[in-house]
């Protein structure tokens, strides 16, 4: 049985979801925010140490602002309210991306950071503004500024993720088959699996199976 330390997520088919049902994209992200909770509760049971979601791409932004509003308005809602109790359950939030938002919106980010940090049970990565082909840049630059020399190891440690192990799960849903430029180098040897549902309609049950399915994968690294 294969362990299972950190699962990736790309919370793909709100707004399909939310048109579908409520005539409305928007209606679908909020209904998304259900499908967190759930997928957080189901990640502790099943004491997966590290959960990243990818919640806001940096091509994002290339959407209406009256979405984008909406999508940042969710969160700031999402955070005011939930992180008592994230932290109540010993989850540690951690923010991947830059954080170039309302100066409101990076205040609260920062203090649920911060109120979280020193918790053990499940690290949440939450991506957003978050662009793999960004962060591997910055990475890149930083080596050369510090003259560290080019490795793995070292382009590792200048990524946003230093310190967290690289996904061994990754699950999109919305029956989509990219990765739109998500965690290009830390996906290198994870096992990714293209889920048919809409985030909004994904469950434990889902989740549970997909996690099922995974256990008993062999997993080769490049060996036999
Ligand atoms: C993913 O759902 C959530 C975000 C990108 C914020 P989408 O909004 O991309 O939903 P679809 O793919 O258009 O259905
Ligand atoms: C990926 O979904 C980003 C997030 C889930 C946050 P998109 O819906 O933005 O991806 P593309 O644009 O269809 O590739
Ligand atoms: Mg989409």
């Known amino acids: 049985m294969n362990p299972l330390k950190h699962v990736?997520?790309?919370?793909?088919?709100?707004?399909?979801?939310?048109?579908?049902?409520?005539?409305?994209?928007?209606?679908?992200?909020?209904e998304g925010v259900n499908t967190v909770q759930?997928?957080?509760?189901?990640?502790?049971?099943?004491?997966?140490?590290?959960?990243?979601?990818?919640?806001?791409?940096?091509?994002?932004?290339r959407r209406p602002k009256k979405e984008i509003d909406?999508?940042?308005?969710?969160?700031?809602?999402?955070?005011?309210?939930?992180?008592?109790?994230?932290?109540?359950?010993?989850?540690?939030?951690k923010i991947l991306g830059s954080k170039k938002f309302s100066s409101?919106?990076?205040?609260?980010?920062?203090?649920?950071?911060?109120?979280t940090s020193k918790n053990t049970k499940l690290q949440i990565n939450l991506a957003l503004n978050y662009?793999?082909?960004?962060e591997l840049m910055n990475a890149f630059k930083k080596i050369k500024k510090n003259r560290e020399r080019i490795n793995e190891k070292n382009l590792g440690k200048n990524?946003?993720?230093?310190?967290?192990p690289d996904p061994d799960l990754l699950?999109?849903?919305?029956?989509t088959k990219r990765l739109s430029n998500f965690l290009l180098w830390q996906l290198a040897y994870s096992e990714i699996f293209?889920?048919?549902?809409?985030?909004?309609?994904?469950n434990e049950k889902d989740y549970n199976k997909i996690i099922k399915e995974y256990r008993n994968i062999k997993r080769n690294f490049g060996n036999i």
């Open 131 to 134: 662009g793999s082909k960004s």
């Open 8 to 30: 990736a997520i790309i919370m793909d088919g709100n707004g399909r979801w939310g048109l579908k049902y409520k005539n409305s994209r928007n209606a679908g992200h909020k």
């Open 171 to 175: 699950i999109r849903t919305g029956n």
């Open 104 to 115: 409101k919106l990076n205040k609260l980010l920062n203090r649920s950071e911060k109120k």
């Open 70 to 93: 909406y999508l940042f308005n969710l969160l700031e809602e999402f955070l005011l309210n939930k992180i008592e109790s994230l932290h109540k359950q010993n989850i540690k939030l």
């Open 159 to 164: 990524l946003q993720t230093r310190g967290i």
């Open 38 to 61: 759930k997928i957080i509760k189901a990640s502790v049971r099943n004491n997966i140490k590290y959960l990243t979601l990818y919640a806001f791409s940096t091509e994002n932004w």
């Open 194 to 202: 293209f889920e048919k549902k809409l985030w909004p309609a994904f």
